[in-house]
Every structure is written in C-alpha cells, then in structure tokens.
C-alpha cells in the first residue's frame, strides 16, 4: 500500500538547534517525495522537492530508498520556521500522498 | 501568491445544503487537483481533471461532483451537506504531470 509516515505529530526546539523532521515512505514504483509547509491553516506552499535537490530557507531533504526515508533537515532553527510541515509523495497517477504532518515549534 | 485562486475564502452553510467552491488554476496550468484537509482525516486528495477530463479520483463521495470547464477553471460541488463535511478544500495546479502542484489559499467550509 502506498503510504506516508510522519511519525512525529509535535516537534519542539529551541532557536539555533538542530531540526530533522521525519518522513518514511511505502511505494512500489520509484517514488517523488516532497516537502510541503503550512503556516497557521493557510495554504500549502512548496518547500522542497527531491528531485532538485535544493536548500530552500535552510532546509535540505535527502531521499534515501534503502531506509525509505524523506528526512528533512536544517541545522539551526529558526522562529520564523513554527508551522506545519507535510512530507508527501506522488503515485502514478499523478495525485499526492500526504502524511499527517508535523508541527514544528521554535522557541526564543 | 501561488497563482491559484480559489473563492470563496470562507463559507458558511446549513445541513443538507449545496455548495459550489470555484477554483483558477495558474496561468498555463493544464491539471487542477481537489483535496480536503480536516482534523480527523488529515490533507485527503478528492479529484484530479486535465484539461477539461477528470484524470484521477480519490476518495470522493458521491455526494461531491466536480468539473474543469473550457477555460481551465474548475469548480467542485458539494450537496446533501452534513456536519462533517466541515475541512478546508483546497485546489492546486500544475502544468503536466510530473511538474510540482502548486496550492490555493483554499475555501474553509463550516457547516452549522
């Protein structure tokens, strides 16, 4: 079955440490992971996606397809970086796979 | 701004009514995508149409229908409301596949 784990539902720091959020995947084919961040129920915004493997605000997401992992990573947080953050992945049939998404807070 | 728009904002209704949410993909924008975010089921995706043809369906019930008309815009309709159709629908577009979908502000639905 085609799934996406976020095993964390609540992830707090304190400003400048390290954040990696967690996303595991299930998927036969050769999957397209993304990152998604949601501020305050506002709309979706892209974040990164492995295939350009870029750094976008600081973050960065390596896929690794032994582990099936989509871990996202950003060495030190910052309190602009408290939102909802959604790992998801798309199928085959062009339609994305979310996982239930976990909330990132920075303290001061 | 993503470039999608998505109206209305918020809305407002009873049980057992019918409501049209309307969305305007990106310009150029060939694929629209419908998906419901609320509290118990989480981000769930509803509908997928390419240029005017439905592509791809989620778990949609049969209540909602939705279209893409000639001029790429797309609305989705939603009857027989009941309380937990309460969520916020969101729309997002892309050019093709395998291009990244980008989200509207989405339209938070409250039924009363």
């Known amino acids: 079955a085609q799934r996406v784990t976020q095993p964390e539902k609540l992830l707090s720091v304190f400003k400048g440490a390290p954040v990696e959020l967690k996303c595991n995947y299930s998927y036969s084919g050769s999957p397209e992971l993304f990152w998604y961040v949601q501020y305050s129920r506002q709309r979706l915004q892209l974040l990164l996606r492995h295939i350009s493997r870029e750094s976008i605000k600081g973050f960065t997401a390596d896929l690794n397809k032994g582990e099936t992992s989509f871990h996202l990573k950003k060495p030190f947080a910052q309190e602009e970086d408290s939102a909802m953050y959604y790992c998801a992945l798309r199928d085959n049939t062009d339609k994305l796979i979310f996982g239930t998404g976990t909330r990132l807070q920075v303290f001061p | 701004d993503s470039g999608v728009t998505q109206t209305p904002k918020h809305l407002i209704t009873a049980t057992g009514q019918r409501v049209t949410l309307r969305c305007s993909p990106r310009?150029?924008?060939?694929?629209v995508y419908w998906y419901q975010q609320s509290l118990d089921q989480g981000l769930q995706f509803l509908i997928q149409y390419y240029n005017g043809e439905e592509r791809a369906k989620g778990n949609i019930l049969e209540r909602f229908s939705a279209q893409q008309f000639p001029d790429l815009h797309s609305e989705l309709n939603l009857s027989s409301l009941e309380l937990g159709d309460s969520a916020l629908y969101f729309c997002a577009s892309s050019p093709s596949r395998n291009q990244p979908q980008h989200f509207g502000d989405g339209t938070r639905l409250s039924i009363l």
């Open positions: 310009s150029g924008d060939l694929s």
